[in-house]
């Protein structure tokens, strides 16, 4: 995935501290970010869609987590608005955040 930030060094960390999404390597002998193996979903949403938040904002990401309690405990400690979806999916639990940039992200555990 790749996408426009204001500042992408402060994104980049942002990222690899809230979800441990190791930044780009900079030579090829680093290994980059692995996730375990799951479904990739490709899903392209109306251009007017409020799903995302902002609606200057193009793109969201959903992080798959193994447990969501804990993510939540541990982004909310370090000063991060989570809400929770109250209801319980077929798919799983999700929860919203944004990023240091203002970009939605999702949380779930399925």
Do not use: C, H
Not at 13 to 35: E, I, K, L
Not at 74 to 97: C, H, M, S
């Amino acid at each position: 995935m790749f996408f426009r930030a204001r500042d992408p060094d402060t994104l980049s960390a942002w990222y690899n501290d809230m979800f441990g999404v190791s930044r780009v390597p900079r030579d090829y002998s680093t290994a980059p970010w692995m996730q375990q193996a799951g479904a990739t979903v490709f899903a392209p949403f109306p251009s007017d869609t409020d799903y995302f938040g902002n609606p200057g904002r193009a793109w969201m990401i959903n992080f798959r987590v193994a447990i969501l309690d804990r993510m939540v405990a541990q982004l909310r400690a370090k000063g991060i608005e989570v809400t929770v979806d109250p209801e319980i999916y077929p798919n799983g639990r999700f929860v919203r955040l944004s990023d240091s940039d203002g970009n939605r992200a999702l949380g779930a555990q399925g």
